[in-house]
């Protein structure tokens, strides 16, 4: 076990294999909660916003100003909140890039995505670490690059030659004065840059700030640590403004841990199906998952991706199709009850579109109604759990019960059991409640709600429910909206986190207050 700060006492050790590159296992056994390492980053930077025509994050700060009427930096000319701003003096924020981004004195008004390209200002802060932090420049080296898969030609290549190194080089770098060149750079080149942008891409953690903007952040250790479709740790960030441990990472067990077992993080999101996960981890970090629910045709009982059987032409048959190897790209999809298969290019073209209808409804605010077309519609071909209705269905369950129209009593009883299935197929898939803990605690939440509103009505015999009628449903709404507010208690440094588990804590109250009316106690 190595040192680290002077402790021998790690909850981890370092090891490695040919199939896996470095990894992580614990030392001892770990047990929910304990942290297994917290650490700051090496550099960070943000991201371009979604609409930069529209906004642009301040280089010194990161909080969107707007593109056009925005205030700039007075030497290099970038947008910034203020000139005031304490970030733009900061070598760990502007202040270094400054002076290279200086050579390029012209400041405009047209065009400002192209002109002010967000997303090189992190590979430049990389290669600054050479003048500004040596042993931290020494530990990026380290990190995977995967250079060999993104060589001249691949399209994640010519993109990065375009969009950043060109940019960085022709923009600002050949334009320095040398002694400049010199202290700052004393090592720059194409390929030095391009290899900044594979080590981005391969390690790179996305931080989403309170403001709405999005920094990536590189760290010397939680990079080793390797996938899992099910991971059992999970990740924080501090996000308050105390300087030395800004956007410091926390990595905290969330399902026991036996020594020697290997510790694992995500990259990926858990509601995707098998083969969409598969493919962005390949296309993003270069390697093909093989855990436990990867390797499993039906995602450990919840049937994610699984098609309904299309029948033989002539015959209809209620099995369910199901990959015969979904480790393998090419696999058919065979049926659980009769002698029908599927090749998979066929199955992922339908997938696809069935996907482009889903995204276009719910980007739409889909009502009600649309919803419930579409759910009938692709039920037809999908298991009721396959992943597009899982989307659908978490959208319906927060409009049921909330507007006039959908608020009688077998619409809460359709909102009760789709809750309850959704809640189960997510706490399935993350059993720590590592990844999915926006999604379990609307769940809950609006199993609570639904619950709550049905103890209120009226019979469909027009008597009112007696006490003992109502007790079971409050007792399960009141386990629902603590389940609530515990899944979020490690997101409330994130907006989305601290703004739904103020929505819930009002729920509580207005619940408490309920049940001391109906004279109830638990």
């Avoid at 009427?69 to 701003?85: L, Y």
């Avoid at 599927?342 to 069935?354: D, E, G, H, W």
């Avoid at 996907?355 to 009938?376: F, I, Q, Y």
Wanted: with cysteine; net charge negative; glycine share 6%.
């Amino acid at each position: 076990m190595g040192q680290e700060n002077g402790t021998t006492d790690l909850p981890y050790e370092v090891r490695s294999s040919e199939e896996l590159g470095r990894y992580f296992v614990a030392t001892r056994d770990l047990v929910p909660g304990d942290v297994v390492l917290a650490e700051c980053p090496l550099v960070f930077g943000p991201k371009a916003m979604g609409d930069p025509d529209a906004s642009m994050p301040c280089v010194g700060c990161y909080k969107p100003v707007f593109t056009d009427v925005g205030e700039r930096c007075s030497k290099c000319g970038w947008p910034v909140c203020s000139g005031n701003c304490p970030g733009l003096k900061d070598p760990k924020h502007h202040g270094i890039e400054c002076q290279i981004l200086s050579a390029r004195p012209e400041c405009v008004l047209d065009n400002m995505a192209e002109y002010y390209r967000h997303d090189a200002l992190l590979p430049l802060r990389c290669v600054l670490l050479q003048n500004t932090n040596p042993v931290a420049w020494k530990k990026l080296l380290e990190m995977q690059s995967h250079m060999e898969c993104r060589t001249p030609g691949t399209e994640v290549y010519d993109e990065a030659n375009e969009f950043i190194v060109e940019y960085l080089m022709n923009s600002f770098i050949n334009k320095l004065d040398g002694n400049l060149k010199k202290k700052y750079l004393p090592e720059i080149s194409e390929q030095l840059l391009h290899e900044m942008c594979g080590i981005i891409d391969t390690n790179g953690l996305e931080i989403r700030l309170p403001e709405g903007s999005e920094l990536l952040a590189l760290y010397a250790k939680t990079c080793i640590m390797e996938h899992s479709c099910v991971p059992n740790t999970k990740h924080s960030f501090n996000l308050s403004k105390k300087d030395s441990d800004l956007y410091r990472i926390t990595i905290k067990v969330v399902l026991p841990i036996i020594k020697d077992n290997h510790i694992t993080t995500m990259y990926s999101h858990a509601l995707w199906g098998t083969q969409a996960r598969r493919q962005h981890l390949k296309d993003t970090k270069y390697f093909s998952c093989k855990c436990e629910r990867c390797s499993d045709p039906t995602e450990l009982g919840t049937y994610l991706s699984a098609m309904k059987c299309f029948g033989d032409g002539n015959e209809t048959c209620d099995g369910i199709h199901l990959p015969e190897n979904p480790l393998d790209e090419e696999t058919e999809w065979a049926c659980n009850k009769c002698k029908v298969k599927v090749n998979n290019s066929q199955i992922n073209m339908l997938i696809s579109q069935m996907g482009e209808e889903v995204d276009n409804v719910l980007m739409m605010g889909g009502s009600v109604t649309m919803l419930e077309n579409l759910l009938c519609r692709l039920s037809t071909f999908l298991h009721p759990n396959h992943y597009h209705l899982y989307s659908i269905k978490h959208s319906l369950v927060q409009l049921y019960g909330r507007q006039p129209s959908f608020m009688s009593e077998d619409i809460l009883d359709k909102k009760i059991r789709m809750c309850r299935d959704l809640i189960n197929i997510t706490k399935t898939l993350d059993p720590g409640n590592a990844r999915l803990c926006l999604y379990t605690s609307v769940l809950h939440h609006e199993l609570h709600s639904a619950l709550v509103l049905k103890s209120k009505k009226v019979k469909s015999d027009g008597t009112i429910r007696t006490t003992e009628e109502i007790k079971p449903l409050l007792v399960e709404a009141k386990a629902a909206i603590e389940t609530a507010l515990e899944s979020l208690k490690d997101e409330l440094e994130e907006t989305s986190g601290k703004k739904l588990y103020a929505v819930l804590e009002g729920s509580q109250r207005d619940f408490e207050r309920y049940c001391k009316e109906k004279k109830i106690h638990f």
